[in-house]
Structure formats: structure tokens, C-alpha cells
């Protein structure tokens, strides 16, 4: 049977916390295997330890770009120890939400810079946050070798999105996609072998799902959506999917 891979879902969030059994057992039940992305130092350590608790919890550690004053030191350290144990970096990534000075704005760029370098000596592949600083994000990883580069819930025009695969990037869709006309021509202008599908949970959706968290469990859901677009059947495109995602894993 075909695995389905959430590539980016926060599981390791408190939001989560109570129910992780219930979610392991859906996440068996429906064959569904999970990117579990972390925001900084507490919350990367937290990941790791959810990772103990299934095979299907694939952990990926970083500082978000929020997050950017968080130690960096302390970052490093922790990949290096775990670099056997993770499946990726991430979240990482740039976003002058964040910023109140350029001063900032370089601070978020060295975090970035060093944590791709750290992802290219370790053959690691990234989860980026890309939101309004997509230019600002190829100019600096064309310096880099990665193994894998996903830009998470991909928010570009049609030019970026061409460079994007121009750069054998893989680009990731979520439950926006559902009710969002412009991200639906997105994802039928995107390279088939470089399509992910993703929640981002516990991200609420005002247009779908009632504005409940995203769940690991909305992902067939979205699947279904992409279906839909490409003119594909569930099963064709789970296949297409599950290739990308190893693909992009490395494994």
C-alpha cells in the first residue's frame, strides 16, 4: 500500500500533545507518515523525543524564522549530536513578519545561513518558510549544495514558482489549496516530480475543515484536491507522491 507523507505538520506542538496516541494509531490505520518540523531549541528536543515514539514521525529540527533570536550555539549542537537521528531541518527559513530593524533581518540570515550549512555538510535535506522573501531565499541557497529543498506552503507568483524548479526545488501544498483558485494553477504549473502535499497543523483554516487545527488526518483530503487539478486518479497521484517524498527525504 502507498505511503502518504505529510511533509510539514508541527506534531510536537502542545496543541498535539494529548492525543499523540490516538494520532499514531490514525497514522498507522491510514498509512500516512508524518515531517514533524520544529520553531527553536525547546521545541526541537521535544520533536526528537515524540520521534521515540513511532517510526512514522520523521523528525526535522531548526530554528523558524521567528524564533531567530534563539541560540544558536545551543542549534548546532543539537544537530550535530542527533545528525544520525534526524530526517531533516527544519523549519528554517526568512520572514520580515518577524524583523524590526535590517540589524534583525541579518541576525534571521546567518541563522538561516548557518543551519543550511549545517543541513549541506550533513546531507540533510531543509523545510523553508519562505513568506514575501522568496528572492532572498534562492539568491542564498544558489551558495549551497542541499540533498533536499522543500519551500513549505509555497506562496510565490508564476516566475518564482519557475524558478523554484529551475532549482530542483520541490514545492508543498496544503489545505488551502482546497478553497484557493490561484494556489490550484500553481500546483498544475508544478513540475508532477517535484510536488509534496503538506498541513503545516495545527495552522487553522478559515475556509475549511470548521477552523479546527489541521490534523495529520486532513492530508488524504488534500490529496484528493490535487487529484482533482491534475485530472489524476487517488491512487495515481498517491504513487507520484509517495515517489517525490522519498525523493526528497533521500531514503
Known amino acids: 500500500m502507498t505511503w502518504i507523507f505529510d511533509s510539514h505538520i508541527h506534531l510536537s506542538d502542545p496543541e498535539f500533545e494529548k492525543d499523540i496516541p490516538l494520532i499514531i494509531k490514525s497514522m498507522e490505520k491510514l498509512h500516512i507518515k508524518a515531517c514533524?518540523?520544529?520553531?527553536?531549541?525547546?521545541?526541537?528536543?521535544?520533536?526528537?523525543?515524540l520521534a521515540n515514539k513511532s517510526e512514522l514521525i520523521l523528525p526535522f529540527i531548526g530554528i523558524h524564522p521567528e524564533k531567530f533570536k534563539d541560540?544558536?550555539?545551543?542549534?548546532?549542537?543539537?544537530?550535530?549530536?542527533?545528525?544520525?537521528?534526524?530526517?531533516g531541518i527544519g523549519e528554517i527559513g526568512l520572514d520580515k513578519t518577524y524583523v524590526e530593524s535590517?540589524?534583525?533581518?541579518?541576525?534571521?540570515?546567518?541563522?538561516?545561513?548557518?543551519l543550511l550549512s549545517l543541513a549541506e555538510k550533513h546531507k540533510k535535506p531543509v523545510s523553508i518558510h519562505?513568506?514575501?522573501?522568496?528572492?532572498?531565499?534562492?539568491?542564498?541557497?544558489?551558495?549551497?549544495?542541499?540533498s533536499g529543498v522543500l519551500l513549505h506552503w509555497f506562496d510565490g507568483n508564476k516566475k518564482q514558482l519557475q524558478q523554484?524548479?529551475?532549482?530542483?526545488?520541490?514545492?508543498?501544498?496544503?489545505?488551502?489549496?482546497?478553497?484557493?483558485?490561484?494556489?490550484?494553477?500553481?500546483?498544475?504549473k508544478t513540475d508532477q516530480d517535484k510536488i509534496l502535499v503538506e498541513t503545516d497543523g495545527p495552522v487553522r483554516f478559515s475556509k475549511c475543515f470548521g477552523f479546527k487545527p489541521a490534523q495529520?488526518?486532513?492530508?488524504?483530503?488534500?490529496?484528493?484536491?490535487?487529484?482533482?487539478?491534475?485530472?489524476?486518479s487517488y491512487d495515481e497521484f498517491s504513487?507520484?507522491?509517495?515517489?517525490?517524498?522519498?525523493n526528497y527525504l533521500g531514503i
Open 102 to 114: 535590517n540589524e534583525d533581518y541579518s541576525t534571521q540570515k546567518q541563522v538561516f545561513e548557518t
Open 164 to 188: 523554484a524548479m529551475d532549482m530542483k526545488f520541490f514545492v508543498s501544498y496544503g489545505p488551502v489549496m482546497l478553497y484557493a483558485i490561484d494556489k490550484q494553477i500553481l500546483l498544475s
Open 239 to 246: 504513487t507520484i507522491l509517495e515517489k517525490n517524498s522519498m
Open 36 to 49: 514533524c518540523v520544529s520553531m527553536d531549541n525547546s521545541n526541537s528536543i521535544q520533536t526528537l523525543n
Open 216 to 232: 495529520v488526518t486532513f492530508i488524504p483530503s488534500v490529496v484528493f484536491c490535487g487529484c482533482k487539478v491534475l485530472r489524476k
Open 71 to 87: 541560540s544558536l550555539e545551543d542549534m548546532t549542537g543539537l544537530i550535530e549530536q542527533n545528525k544520525d537521528k534526524i530526517s
Open 130 to 146: 519562505s513568506r514575501k522573501t522568496l528572492d532572498d531565499i534562492f539568491e542564498i541557497i544558489s551558495s549551497y549544495s542541499l
